[in-house]
């Protein structure tokens, strides 16, 4: 599922329309055909359409004629007179005064009380009055209308995105209205991601007008929303002749007095992810307390040198940083590792705090490196506000990534991964899983996923698609999820999506 921009949707449907020649007014009746199909015809029976004077209003000027069509009861409102109507939404204005169908015209405020004594009426209220090009604040006849849908205390779907909604920034532009459910055309509109956004869109639905996916490759458009098909996509499969030394030797150094349940968490979910060999590198006290706790994996402490240095050698991959502490002593580490290990890092928590003003590190690196930071950590590593990264999180994850040329999975609500060029948005996880050791968790499970041979990118997507569906799963029967649960379901998800893709 491709994300993308206001600018570039227009772009994609200029291209559509120019050069390969498909009539607007065919992705009109196609988008109306669309919403038609998310409407629940057979239970309601009487619908309200609000219109604008663009293309969104067009779409609902056809959609009211399907209704029709079906013998629904449907009520026209058109913002505005006709003078003002765009192409092809003058098309179908004509086709419904053609019918003998009649529209309604709010150019007052009197014409308001029509309005409202049909939202009383009906049982659907359709908002289709700004699109995604909306950039304006709403006000006059616009904000009393959209306010009016607001207390209507009816069932609203809106057309491509909620009027009054931003499509790139999912900010509110004054006023705005309030759907129960969004269904939006080709593409996730990129202000769907703003954490506030989703109360305004209610469900969102994504359908397909007929637009070419090539065009979006034409458009160089490289952010995607992850969704279930994709992962299935990028599963590991083993044959019957594989043993433990083809699912990579995985090294987690974590852990220090006091937090040695991030130690146990990490090392955990990648054996319960399927690495092959396991190593738990810590500290000696450490090391005392884990090695009565696993069964699976290994452990070495920091003292035995020539030990240690030859297992991380040997690494396919290392995972640094929970519960290691913020302190010059974690700093030494991952400077070391940085500068000196040649396969790829997972590195997370204490890992990143060490960092704080010296990124300069993640330059002397000699292979990929996965940096998983919530939105505290990136942060504190970068100097920016929680809220202005909370507001602009693919922008700054997107720039961060291709300063420092880091793999950057912005932990949160639709986590965003990115390299710097290509951007995923997760779509798994929910609040049930704010707990401690959840991000431990997921580190573990993306250092398993390298270590079983899928590259680093891929492997921090469908280890963040994996850890959401697990809790996503959990959560329809629990109140509150903690990591030890998703450690528990991780093998049974992965099998699970791996016989689904079969």
């Known amino acids: 599922m491709r994300i993308v921009t206001s600018q570039k949707m227009r772009e994609i449907d200029k291209f559509c329309i120019e050069n390969l020649k498909i009539p607007s007014i065919v992705l009109m009746e196609n988008a109306a055909l669309k919403v038609l199909n998310n409407l629940d015809v057979h239970k309601n029976n009487y619908f309200v359409i609000i219109c604008g004077s663009g293309n969104n209003g067009g779409d609902g000027l056809a959609l009211a004629r399907h209704l029709w069509i079906l013998k629904k009861k449907v009520e026209i409102f058109l913002i505005g007179d006709e003078s003002g109507l765009s192409g092809d939404c003058k098309v179908n204005y004509d086709i419904l005064l053609s019918m003998d169908i009649k529209i309604n015209h709010i150019k007052n405020i009197g014409d308001v009380d029509e309005l409202r004594n049909a939202t009383n009426r009906c049982e659907v209220i359709v908002d289709a009055i700004f699109g995604t090009g909306l950039s304006r604040k709403v ?10 849908i607001n207390v209507s205390n009816k069932y609203v779907i809106s057309i491509d995105i909620p009027s009054g909604l931003n499509a790139d920034t999912g900010n509110v532009l004054g006023v705005v209205v309030k759907a129960d459910k969004t269904v939006s055309f080709q593409f996730y509109k990129k202000g769907f991601l703003n954490y506030d956004a989703h109360n ?15 065009t979006a490759d034409e458009f160089q458009i490289k952010d995607y929303l992850i969704q279930e098909d994709d992962v299935k996509k990028a599963m590991t499969y083993r044959n019957k002749y594989s043993h433990k030394g083809r699912f990579g030797r995985v090294s987690v150094i974590a852990g220090s007095k006091g937090f040695t349940g991030a130690a146990y968490i990490t090392t955990q979910a990648v054996v319960r992810s399927g690495a092959g060999l396991v190593t738990l590198c810590c500290t000696e006290a450490v090391q005392q307390i884990m090695s009565n706790k696993f069964v699976e994996a290994m452990t070495v402490s920091f003292k035995e040198r020539e030990k240690l240095n030859e297992i991380l050698k040997k690494s396919n991959v290392i995972a640094i940083g929970p519960g290691m502490g913020n302190n010059e002593g974690t700093l030494k580490i991952v400077t070391d ?13 204490d890992g990143i705090n060490v ?10 690196k000699k292979a990929e490196v996965v940096l998983t930071p919530h939105l505290g950590e990136m942060s504190r590593i970068t100097g920016i506000s929680i809220e202005k990264i909370e507001k602009n999180r693919i922008d700054i994850a997107k720039k961060f990534a291709k300063e420092y040329g880091v793999i950057l999975l912005l932990k949160g609500y639709n986590t965003v991964i990115t390299n710097g060029e290509t951007v995923v948005v997760n779509s798994t996880g929910n609040s049930a899983m704010a707990s401690g050791g959840m991000g431990d968790c997921l580190t573990g ?43 528990e379901e991780v093998p049974y998800a ?9």
Request: proline share 3%; hydrophobic share 45%; charged share 20%.
């Open 200 to 214: 305004s869109t209610g469900e969102i639905i994504i359908e397909k007008i007929g637009i070419p996916e090539f």
């Open 337 to 349: 590792v940085l500068k000196f290990t040649q396969c790829p890092l997972v590195i997370d928590a």
């Open 445 to 487: 499970i993306i250092a398993s996923f390298i270590g079983q041979g899928v590259k680093p990118f891929e492997a921090a997507c469908i280890s963040t698609y994996i850890h959401g569906y697990c809790g996503d799963k959990l959560s329809k029967k629990m109140f509150c999820v903690n990591a030890q649960h998703v450690l």
């Open 494 to 502: 992965i099998k699970e999506l791996q016989q689904q893709s079969i």
């Open 139 to 148: 006000k006059d006849m616009y904000e009393i209308v959209i306010s009016l």
């Open 355 to 364: 960092l704080k003003d010296k990124l300069h590190l993640l330059k002397d």
